[in-house]
């Protein structure tokens, strides 16, 4: 029973980051009908921002995790929405998908000439000790993984539901003709959402990295699990990628201790299979018609 | 284009055809295939560091027998098909010995190009099997699990005195060689295997793994894998109070796996074929250069790369050209001292496998720092 627990958090807090990046996706598949290849390589990044803040200008970890934030923000969000999306969602989604690929590929390969294709160690977020919760050991850097991945869903989901902002963020993303009529500013709402989901990656960066270490390759696993989180979980709605990527985290935990750690990379695949099967919207996606 | 413009390119090629034969006078070609990407990066990085230290010393002082060495350093990207078709690429170039690589799943690929071409391979693989397969142009400047598994099995029966151990190993050949000589020594000292736990290369979380770590309740974890990965294990480790010694073989407790690891690399044990903080000042010079020129603490790759060069000067003097077909036969039984060849650091010898035997240590990782605990003699002594 303890070893299940320990399993259950631990594969929680890495579906929590899993799920911070698969609402990333979900946003701006909303928005702006942008599939985001690159958002495996959006996680890479804010790392070695925090890393070269620390070494270069000599900051401590939690200015330059701030650092790394605001710069994160600025060329994942504002940047990458003004330079690549602005001009390539004209012709349509199918380039764009292929320019997020050729932007993942930029990026991986600047951080490996930028930082050597070494790993590098990144400082954990508290000192390593356990807390007993029913009997079972766990470590309380998972259990502030956990939090600080709740807290930003929760800050999220506040914004996206309890403030004017967010409302219109969401009739931005329901419908943005009328959005516009009801004179809401459709580009700044999408641009908000770009920026939302650069803050997003950056927060699952800085809880990742002391766990898989930073190195250039990271976006190639978080990349893939988020986006079959955010299908498992259904593409059109947020708490449908909460669910995914917490589903995910600990069925990968569960089934290396009880099933097969050769398998355990498979596993997610067969259910992203099922999913697409049998509900193809995902767990909590709602079904999207087309008008012909 | 302009009639001037032409005629100079036309003299720029005639010369580059004149010249050629000249330049391969004058050098030696000696390539490094290595892993410079990919899971494998630190072990390649290390091994190629140490085979440019070496070159430049040696072209400084002269070159090999008055001819200056010339190399290039290909990323195998850590695959085998790619190391397999950069082997192919540097043997159309007639090399007089190749360098690298050090993941054996690559080396068991590309060696049988070497073996077919006739040109002495020095690779910084581990896997049992590369010696056995009755290849005689492959050796190795680093110790085969059949010669380290039996130190570190002395250890865990005589020092540890564990009755139990869970093996957690990576599932690549390097892993799965290691894991079938461990438990093979293991059997024959009467210790039990708790668990048997298999991980994958470039994994990232290892809570699973680290949960049925601790739930076999052994005497003792002994870990086998990669850099990264064992850096990763250990940090999960710490993380879940894993209070069960952590034992391991050379890359466990390697520089690289105590920066990425930090102080969940406190406390692991183990033997180590080669140290940069060995107690032998041939090593603690090599170290204090290699750092200066290179700006980081060099590990045990770095040291294999680093003696391979310095064995082939030594061969390639020995037999007082560059015959690739003399080197194989220089190399059966040969013994170099670093009294008569500095480079080499420490005496070792190659049996007629091509597997090295040298002095070994045990040591533990204590303050983030590599403590050599003993000096272990050469099996041949």
């Given at each position: 029973m303890a070893s299940f627990i320990q399993l259950l958090i631990s594969g929680l807090a890495t579906g929590a980051i899993y799920a911070l990046v698969a609402v990333g996706f979900t946003l701006l598949w909303q928005t702006s009908q942008t599939i985001n290849f690159a958002q495996g390589e959006f996680v890479m990044i804010p790392a070695f921002f925090v890393l070269a803040s620390m070494k270069y200008?000599?900051?401590?970890f939690w200015p330059a995790a701030t650092l790394g934030l605001i710069i994160s923000v600025l060329v994942l969000g504002l940047l990458f929405k003004r330079i690549i999306v602005d001009p390539i969602l004209k012709h349509g989604v199918l380039p764009l998908v292929i320019s997020t690929i050729a932007f993942s590929l930029f990026l991986k390969e600047a951080a490996k000439e930028f930082y050597s294709a070494q790993a590098q160690p990144f400082p954990p977020l508290v000192e390593a000790a356990d807390v007993t919760i029913f009997g079972a050991a766990v470590a309380t850097q998972s259990l502030v993984v956990l939090g600080i991945a709740i807290l930003t869903v929760g800050g999220l989901q506040y914004l996206l539901n309890g403030t004017r902002l967010g409302r219109a963020m969401q009739a931005t993303a329901q419908n943005p003709n009328v959005a516009r009529i009801l004179g809401i500013p459709v580009e700044r709402m999408i641009l908000l959402t770009f920026m939302i989901n650069a803050g997003l990656v950056a927060i699952a960066s800085i809880l990742i990295s002391p766990i898989y270490?930073?190195?250039?390759?990271?976006?190639e696993t978080l990349g893939l699990a988020a986006f079959i989180a955010a299908i498992v979980g259904g593409f059109n709605q947020v708490r449908g990628a909460i669910i995914g990527g917490l589903v995910l985290g600990v069925v990968d935990n569960m089934s290396a201790a009880y099933l097969s750690a050769q398998y355990r990379g498979a596993l997610p695949l067969f259910i992203l299979i099922a999913v697409i099967l049998f509900r193809p919207q995902g767990l909590l996606g709602r079904a999207e018609e087309r008008t012909v | 284009m302009s009639l001037t413009k032409r005629r100079l390119m036309l003299a720029a090629c005639g010369l580059a055809l004149l010249s050629t034969p000249a330049l391969a006078q004058q050098t030696v070609y000696i390539p490094n295939v290595i892993?410079?990407?990919?899971?494998g990066a630190v072990s390649g990085t290390n091994w190629r560091d140490g085979v440019i230290l070496a070159m430049e010393e040696i072209n400084a002082a002269g070159g090999i027998l008055g001819r200056q060495i010339r190399t290039e350093h290909l990323d195998t990207q850590s695959n085998p098909g790619i190391s397999r078709a950069q082997i192919q690429k540097v043997l159309d170039n007639n090399p007089y010995v190749v360098l690298g690589p050090v993941f054996s799943g690559s080396v068991k690929v590309n060696m049988a190009l070497t073996q077919a071409a006739e040109i002495p391979q020095i690779v910084g693989a581990e896997a049992a099997e590369i010696t056995q397969l009755?290849?005689?142009?492959i050796y190795r400047t680093a110790f085969g699990q059949q010669f380290s598994m039996p130190k570190i099995a002395n250890y865990l029966r005589?020092?540890?005195?564990?009755?139990s151990v869970a093996v957690v190993w990576v599932n690549n050949d390097f892993g799965k060689g290691g894991r079938d000589s461990f438990i093979k020594e293991m059997k024959a000292r009467n210790i039990t295997i708790a668990a048997d736990i298999s991980t994958e290369q470039?994994?990232?979380?290892f809570a699973a793994d680290v949960v049925k770590a601790k739930n076999a309740n052994a005497d003792a974890v002994f870990v086998y894998s990669n850099e990264e990965e064992n850096a990763r294990f250990l940090r999960e480790a710490r993380k879940q109070g894993l209070k069960t010694p952590l034992i391991g073989e050379t890359t466990l407790l390697s520089q690289k796996v105590i920066e990425l690891a930090g102080d969940a690399a406190n406390g692991v044990r183990g033997h180590i074929g080669?140290?940069?903080?060995?107690?032998?000042p041939a090593i603690a010079e090599f170290k204090g250069k290699f750092s200066k020129r290179f700006n980081y603490v060099p590990d045990h790759n770095g040291i294999k790369g680093y003696t391979a060069v310095y064995l082939i000067k030594a061969v390639a003097e020995k037999t007082g050209g560059f015959d690739s077909k003399a080197f194989g036969k220089a190399m059966k039984g040969l013994t170099l001292k670093p009294e008569t060849t500095?480079?080499?650091?420490m005496e070792a010898s190659w049996d007629e496998n091509g597997d090295i035997d040298r002095a070994s240590f045990l040591a533990e990782v204590v303050d983030g720092k590599q403590k050599i605990i003993e000096i272990l003699p050469k099996l041949g002594k």
């Open positions: 200008l000599g900051l401590g270490l930073a190195k250039f390759t990271n976006g | 892993e410079l990407s990919g899971p009755g290849n005689p142009w005589d020092g540890l005195k564990a009755k470039g994994q990232a979380d080669l140290s940069a903080d060995a107690p032998v500095p480079g080499i650091l």
